[in-house]
T-cell receptor, first 118, second 116 residues
Framework: GAVVSQHPSWVICKSGTSVKIECRSL??????MFWYRQFPKQSLMLMAT?????????EQGVEKDKFLINHASLTLSTLTVTSAHPEDSSFYIC??????????????FGAGTRLSVL | GQNIDQPTEMTATEGAIVQINCTYQ??????LFWYQQHAGEAPTFLSY????GLEEKGRFSSFLSRSKGYSYLLLKELQMKDSASYLC?????????????????FGAGTQVVVTP
């Protein structure tokens, strides 16, 4: 299957700092990528849809000024958590949709980034 | 919106069969996906159903009934490595002003524990 690379896998930062997470589709182009957040033993919650060359679409209740998304190329989307606070500590996962013919637009996921804000 | 229900946990022995049920209530439907997720790792794609019926792929099969809002994932010949969380996800229909392929909404996941 298609490969999605997410970096870093683990980050610890001080409260008030910003953290950038990268999501790359390695062997396919992705005009659309998604950012999810997952708390322990809970479901993946969609935060936003990242669209190449245009603004991201945020889900209700997600602060767009706090979670900045940039999708500047067909293989890279970034999520920046600005002025992080302890309540932002979570597991963030990205996915990229493979729109190649015959793949029914499957979403492939990155390995996730565990963010701990002290 | 979507409401997706699946059991929290199931336990089975190695070599056995386990069936994970998923029910959904949806305002729009454009496919149902099953993913496997090991602790601390990314979900990996298992199966996709958009029409009624059974899709078989090796030891894993997935069934869909759109009229009943029901799907199941069948795991045969269980192996220890199958111990993981299994996520049911429904894709909506998208829209004119949103992504036309729709978004996935996930159930809370079913933790399958395989014992020797």
């Amino acid at each position: 299957g298609a490969v999605v690379s997410q970096h870093p896998s683990w980050v610890i930062c001080k409260s008030g700092t910003s953290v950038k997470i990268e999501c790359r589709s390695l062997d396919f182009q992705a005009t659309t990528m998604f950012w999810y957040r997952q708390f322990p033993k809970q479901s993946l919650m969609l935060m936003a849809t990242s669209n190449e060359g245009s603004k991201a679409t945020y889900e209700q209740g997600v602060e767009k000024d706090k979670f900045l998304i940039n999708h500047a190329s067909l293989t890279l989307s970034t999520l920046t958590v600005t002025s992080a606070h302890p309540e932002d500590s979570s597991f963030y996962i990205c996915s990229a949709r493979d729109t190649a013919s015959g793949r029914v637009n499957i979403q492939y996921f990155g390995a996730g980034t565990r963010l701990s804000v002290l | 919106g979507q409401n997706i229900d699946q059991p929290t946990e199931m336990t089975a022995t190695e070599g056995a069969i386990v069936q994970i049920n998923c029910t959904y209530q949806t305002s729009g439907f454009n496919g149902l996906f099953w993913y496997q997720q090991h602790a601390g790792e990314a979900p990996t794609f298992l199966s996709y159903n958009v029409l009624d019926g059974l899709e078989e792929k090796g030891r894993f099969s997935s069934f869909l009934s759109r009229s009943k809002g029901y799907s199941y994932l069948l795991l045969k010949e269980l192996q220890m490595k199958d111990s993981a969380s299994y996520l049911c996800a429904v894709r909506d229909e998208g829209g004119m002003t949103t992504d036309s392929w729709g978004k996935l909404q996930f159930g809370a996941g079913t933790q399958v524990v395989v014992t020797p």
